[in-house]
Structure formats: structure tokens, C-alpha cells
């Protein structure tokens, strides 16, 4: 292996370390301490808030997904020195990217269908 190739498999392993690390220190920093007062219950009687709390979960889970595939890409573009391979690597991951953005922009529409369908109010 050359010495451009392992610093390019530093940097995005690097990069993508850095991303996974910033997204979940947040998640972690919430189940650090017991919330204090009464229980939380988490049943819910309807139809439309299980809607909207998937439709919250599915828009992050598709954008978290889609900045990482820009940064993989960006990554690639910016470590690919003239390979002609690794340009077209980064621009699929870039397309990869604009994808999952689009679905978390059309992810609100879709629920609405799904719930139009079911026939919830």
C-alpha cells in the first residue's frame, strides 16, 4: 500500500469516526441521569401522534444519513489527487446524499399518504 493511499484511508476513516462521535454525543449525554418527578408514560391512544413521531424519527434518521454520505464524499473528492476513480467515487456518494436529503424533504408527504390511506383524521 502506498503511503497516499493509507493517508487517504486515514482521513476519511477519520472523518467518518468525527461524524459518528458528534451525532450519538448528544443521544448519550440524554440517558446520562434519570429524569426527576413521575414516570413518563409512553402509550400513546392515537394514531396521528404515532404518525407524526415516526414521521420525527424517519426525517433525522434519512438527513443524518445523507450528511454522512456528503461527508464521505467530500472526503473522497478532497483525498482523491486526479484519480479519476475516487472523483467518481465522491460524486456517487454525493448523489447518495442528495437522495437521502430529498426523501427527508419528501418524508413529511409520504406519512400524509400513508395517513390519508389508513384513514386517520
Do not use: C, H
Request: hydrophobic content about 60%; proline content about 7%.
Amino acid at each position: 500500500m502506498t503511503p497516499t493511499r493509507v493517508r487517504r484511508i486515514a482521513a476519511i476513516t477519520a472523518t467518518a469516526a468525527l461524524t459518528i462521535l458528534v451525532t450519538l454525543a448528544p443521544a448519550s449525554a440524554a440517558f446520562a441521569a434519570p429524569p426527576a418527578g413521575p414516570p413518563m408514560i409512553l402509550a400513546v391512544n392515537d394514531l396521528n401522534t404515532v404518525i407524526s413521531e415516526l414521521q420525527k424519527w424517519i426525517m433525522g434518521f434519512l438527513a443524518a444519513l445523507a450528511t454522512l454520505f456528503f461527508v464521505i464524499g467530500g472526503a473522497r473528492y478532497m483525498t482523491a489527487g486526479g484519480d479519476p476513480s475516487e472523483i467518481e467515487r465522491a460524486k456517487a456518494a454525493f448523489k447518495a446524499a442528495a437522495i437521502g436529503y430529498a426523501l427527508a424533504i419528501l418524508a413529511p408527504i409520504l406519512l400524509e399518504a400513508l395517513q390519508s390511506i389508513l384513514g386517520a383524521p
